[in-house]
């Protein structure tokens, strides 16, 4: 059968480069289960070159003035949006996230983050400190790249994740090599020929394709000065204490449990709107998800009504019709995962189901293969269940009742992981009171989800190491020089004749 694309290759020194392993992989349209392309996968010798390329490149774009760089970014953003509408259905059929989310989400705010850091480090925010020690000597600061850098992503929001690395890697003048995702390659080649066509030398940004250990290769390989990687906390714990042991540096996204609390006084329509983005948007795999919603007991009757209520505006369907806001989960083994979770929230944790469950949503008949899943809600949910404690990466709300906002906060803290957290009131004081407690590095008050490239996003505990995005973000990628000048014309030291 023929497939949708032409094979994919690997992308270093400025072009498509074939593989030498002589093995490829299949990644599939996760709506319907059939074969988009074959990705040829990275051979060690492959990503050693990819890695050579990089650091080949890397003394002429560290040197090339920030204003140069910003310019190259700042087209690359602009090629983006002219091809938003193709890059987006590509991904739509890669991730089987809905073209209504791909055209409108993810292209846009990967392409906003590049315009960021295009103006930022154009305008000196890549300048360093000055500061007056005495008359005659001062201390200056200098912000110098990493060198190489590793990218390694996640399927859930591909060229999304692809860009908030390579824009703030690249603006910060290092180089770097980006592994997507086994299940959403098709991104990597496609955002590669965006930056070569924007004026990007060859080598700086070089894609590789395979899976874990084509990663692991990577990321442990002695000429890569960093790795900034997206994914699963037990996989970030493996690849940062083998690249810290390596005096890497690290950025690490992991995953999350997050708690949205919701206080007596919340807005009830705003509350729920809220809880129905937090669980069900992309499918509920996305890694800042409000999965653990505290309502307060009071409020029992009525939340569950209104969520019944909006249940039937989660609309699964064919990805580009522009009513389908909910696509299948992305991959088989993902979709067993999800469905064993539910399971175990009706079998074991003995949950009340309030809607949806383990089996097929009713879908059209040519898409009955595809990885799809009821959007789901559990009630009367207590901590220790599995469904509560673990991330699912799937549509299913847990909800928890609690009787003062104090408890509230105090279980929504009882996690390992600290990625996101949420409250709804009308009252600004408790507003902030419980923001400033919640464990978590990225919080919304009467909102949810939006992750704008000026707000710096990353988790505390367990859901990783240092943030993406606005102005701390781009710290990640530098490094410091300090220098201190004295022009006294004499060195104070201990070493003269009594
Ligand atoms: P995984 O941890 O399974 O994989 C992430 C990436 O790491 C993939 O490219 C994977 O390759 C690669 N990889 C696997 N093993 C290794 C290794 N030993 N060394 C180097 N790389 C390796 O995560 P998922 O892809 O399942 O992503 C979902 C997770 O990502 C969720 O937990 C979610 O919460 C989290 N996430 C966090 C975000 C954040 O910003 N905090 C944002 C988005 C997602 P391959 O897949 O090809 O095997």
């Known amino acids: 059968m023929a497939l949708s694309f032409p094979p994919r290759q690997l992308y270093y020194g400025g072009q498509v480069q074939p593989a030498s392993s002589g093995k490829t992989f299949q990644t599939l349209n996760p709506a319907t289960a059939t074969p988009l392309a074959d990705i040829q996968i990275a051979s060690t010798s492959d990503i050693d070159a990819a890695i050579g390329a990089a650091e080949k490149a890397f003394p002429s774009w560290s040197q090339t003035p920030p204003i140069a760089r910003a310019r190259i970014l700042q087209k690359a953003a602009n090629l983006l949006r002219e091809r938003n509408d193709e890059i987006a259905r590509v991904e739509t059929l890669d991730s089987g996230k809905a073209y209504t989310e791909t055209s409108t989400v993810d292209v846009v705010t990967g392409a906003d983050v590049l315009e960021y850091y295009a103006n930022f480090i154009g305008g000196g925010g890549l300048n360093g400190e000055t500061t007056q020690l005495r008359e005659d000597a001062w201390v200056y600061t200098k912000k110098a790249p990493l060198g190489v850098c590793a990218g390694i992503g996640a399927w859930n929001y591909p060229i999304q994740i692809a860009l908030w690395k390579s824009a703030a890697c690249l603006a910060a003048g290092n180089t770097m090599v980006y592994k997507p995702s086994e299940f959403t390659p098709l991104h990597g080649l496609t955002l590669a020929e965006v930056y070569t066509e924007a004026g990007l030398p060859a080598g700086v940004f070089n894609v590789i394709n395979g899976a874990g250990d084509v990663g692991a290769h990577l990321t442990s390989h002695p000429t890569i000065a960093k790795v900034s990687f997206t994914g699963q906390v037990a996989t970030g714990m493996k690849v940062a204490g083998s690249a810290s042991g390596n005096m890497k540096y690290v950025t690490m996204e992991l995953g999350g449990k997050s708690p949205l609390i919701v206080c ?12 129905m983005m937090a669980n069900f948007y992309s499918t509920g795999q996305v890694c800042t998800n409000g999965t653990r919603v505290f309502v307060p007991r009071s409020m029992k009757a009525v939340f569950e009504k209104r969520l019944l209520e909006k249940i039937p505006f989660v609309r699964a369907g064919p990805l580009f019709d522009e009513q389908t806001n909910f696509g299948p989960l992305s991959s088989a083994v993902h979709h067993e995962k999800v469905i064993s979770y539910i399971r175990n929230g009706i079998e074991k944790d003995r949950a009340t189901l309030l809607c949806g469950g383990p089996e097929k949503p009713n879908v059209p008949q040519d898409l009955q293969a595809g990885y799809w899943v009821k959007p789901t809600i559990f009630t009367d949910c207590t901590d220790s269940m599995s469904i509560v404690k673990e991330e699912i990466f799937g549509p299913v709300m847990s909800v928890l009742y609690y009787d ?3 408890e509230a906060v105090q279980r929504a803290n009882t996690t390992e992981l600290g990625l996101a957290a949420g409250v709804f009131t009308k009252d600004l004081n408790q507003a902030h009171r419980v923001i400033d407690q919640l464990q978590a590095g990225i919080t919304w008050i009467n909102t949810w989800g939006e992750s704008p490239a000026e707000m710096a996003v990353g988790g ?9 995005n606005g102005r701390r973000g781009i710290e990640a990628w530098l490094q410091n020089k300090s220098t201190l000048v004295d022009m006294s014309g004499a060195v104070a030291t201990v070493f003269a004749k009594l």
Do not use: H
């Open 460 to 468: 505390w505990k367990k859901s990783g190491l240092g943030v993406e």
């Open 264 to 275: 007596p006084d919340a807005d009830l329509e705003s509350a729920v709107d809220g809880a």
């Open 404 to 406: 003062t906002v104090e």
